[in-house]
């Protein structure tokens, strides 16, 4: 049987600072590191959870496709991201069981490989691929 | 610093059956117990992902909250459950923080404790806490 784990929960916030006062101040979670991800206009905080992570995310600009996700949702759950051992074979098996996959082969990057499920297939769920690589 | 990890993902389901087709077929989530809850008119499916679950959720009557959250929103993301060691000093905590809690005490139910936290405080994830009991 394959490993399977949950990567990480990536929810969408206001401001990162304002949502700190639950995640890592009132629940307890271990603080890792903040980014600035120019590329994707967002801010991005790691909070350590088991096995897991919670990864909450701002929008730096108005115009980018989380911050129109923001203003027309709210701040929430954005995707749920499970980590394969093999993301081709896993995107294969999905191809084969007629999942709608947002992107049919992963892209790659910061030594990961990675893929998006439309939710469309997964009971209304935006769920995410990893394939973390060797060093 | 005490023990933290995602225990579940709960996720509202039209169909548990046809759900299965990406939790289980698709991803290859090893499938646990299917339940009936007949005092929440739903049934439930766990699926094992690591140290934790997907539950899937399927409203058997049109009439309760679940039902008429599927309604209204659509299948997709419920909410999240953090298993810790200490849900009462958990609570403390987050009332100290000036969290908003849906159930300022634990209730208690097949062996475990657990709260809602509401998602005006939470950056607006529905988060349940779970203390399980010992045997």
Redesign the interface.
């Given at each position: 049987?394959?490993?399977?784990?949950?990567n990480h929960?990536a929810?969408?916030?206001?401001n990162i600072e304002?949502?700190l006062?639950?995640?890592r101040?009132?629940?307890?979670?271990?603080m890792g590191e903040v980014q600035e991800v120019a590329q994707e206009q967002v801010k991005i905080a790691f909070l350590e959870?088991?096995?897991?992570h919670v990864e909450?995310v701002q929008p730096t600009t108005e115009s980018s496709g989380i911050a129109k996700y923001l203003a027309k949702k709210?701040?929430?759950?954005h995707h749920?991201c499970?980590e394969v051992d093999d993301i081709i074979a896993?995107l294969q098996?999905?191809a084969e069981?007629?999942?709608e996959l947002i992107n049919e082969t992963p892209r790659e990057r910061d030594g990961r490989k990675y893929a998006f499920?439309h939710?469309k297939?997964?009971?209304?769920?935006l769920?995410e691929l990893y394939e973390i690589l060797p060093d």
């Amino acid at each position: 049987m394959p490993e399977i784990k949950i990567n990480h929960l990536a929810i969408v916030v206001e401001n990162i600072e304002d949502s700190l006062t639950f995640w890592r101040d009132a629940l307890g979670l271990p603080m890792g590191e903040v980014q600035e991800v120019a590329q994707e206009q967002v801010k991005i905080a790691f909070l350590e959870v088991g096995e897991s992570h919670v990864e909450l995310v701002q929008p730096t600009t108005e115009s980018s496709g989380i911050a129109k996700y923001l203003a027309k949702k709210g701040a929430g759950m954005h995707h749920v991201c499970f980590e394969v051992d093999d993301i081709i074979a896993t995107l294969q098996q999905m191809a084969e069981k007629g999942i709608e996959l947002i992107n049919e082969t992963p892209r790659e990057r910061d030594g990961r490989k990675y893929a998006f499920i439309h939710p469309k297939s997964t009971s209304g769920v935006l769920v995410e691929l990893y394939e973390i690589l060797p060093d």
